[in-house]
């Protein structure tokens, strides 16, 4: 039984593979996950790598594996920036808006970011049954039958806000060209992080979304240390 030059995995006569030139295999997940993309098909990407012998597509695969983790280092060194960056070096004023006393700018995202709030409406559902109708007088008519009433209660999530993101020691703030908004770290009982994003819990289990962002984790990570370190604050 064939294996996968890749993986290894055995491939059996209907598996998804593909022939290398020198007639080794490589099953499609890999070959699509190496060598794919979503705009091509399968059909050109098996006439691709029919034209490769084993030896050339080890070689492309090993060249992939170590470009991406050279990249996977290169991203753990930028978030560890963050981690240890003096926060009292950064800190700053901003022109564009008034920061309150002892507030300074740590971090600013400048891409669209959506303020969502949890919402609940309350909807009323009537239904009746078999139903009939007695004639008592002229205009007065009485009507038979079972009513029954069902409320049903809803959760959703309702965009308030958008903006550019500024993050301080004392709030969350969005700026965009009609006003500001702004989260008060003092509502702030626990910040929940995402990859592309933030729930901010308040203690009266009220829920604020933030979400947009192309990767959260710098954000989440100055939020965090502007939440539980004392010494943020620059020097007079």
Known sequence: MAKCIVCGKALGLFSSKIKTKDDDYICMEDAQHYFGSDEQAAFHLSRALRTMTSEQILKEVKSYIDEEKKQQQEYEEKLNSYRIMDLPSVAQKVSAINLKKNEYAYYAYNHNIVWLEERSRTSRINYGGLTGRIHIAKGLNYRLGSI???????????????????LTNKRIILLNNEGAKAYPFTRLLKAIPYTDGVVLCSESGKKVILEGFNDANPFNIVLDRLLTEDDVLPSK
């Open 148 to 166: 029954k009433t069902d409320i049903q209660h809803e959760t959703y999530l309702k965009q308030i806000f958008n903006g550019l993101l500024l």
